[in-house]
């Protein structure tokens, strides 16, 4: 099996537009914004300090969602974390952007494999 780094997921990255433009309710009717960021852990880290990240993860997966509110658009922002297998660590987030996820990488899996061979 192939190890996946942060590179790997960065490449693929442009993929998650397929998988999150159809996801209309998260949690506060949410829409994918089309923004996404592959972090190095390090600059994971740098950003968000006070997270607490797996010792099994190579990568982070940060999407940016709107979603409307009294006072107008917000943005809400999800991660989650990619290990070196190719999957996601696991973690008690959303179902529904766990799937969409899950999904992603199911294809830069077989992308990659492809790639490598």
């Known amino acids: 099996m192939s190890r996946y780094t942060f590179l790997t997921y960065r490449k693929y990255g442009h993929l998650l537009k397929d998988f999150f433009v159809n996801l209309k309710s998260i949690f506060k009717n949410e829409a994918y914004g089309g923004l996404y960021q592959i ?7 740098r950003d968000y300090p006070l997270v607490e ?5 190579v990568a982070v997966l940060w999407l940016s969602f709107l979603y409307d509110t009294i006072d107008g658009k917000q943005t809400l922002v999800r991660y989650c974390f ?10 008690n987030s959303v179902r529904q952007f766990n799937d969409c996820v899950d999904a992603w990488l199911e294809r830069v899996y077989a992308l990659h494999e492809i790639a490598s061979k």
């Open 39 to 45: 972090y190095m852990l390090t600059e994971f880290k």
């Open 53 to 57: 990240i797996p010792h099994t993860a």
């Open 82 to 91: 990619l290990d070196a297998s190719g999957y996601r660590v696991p973690d």
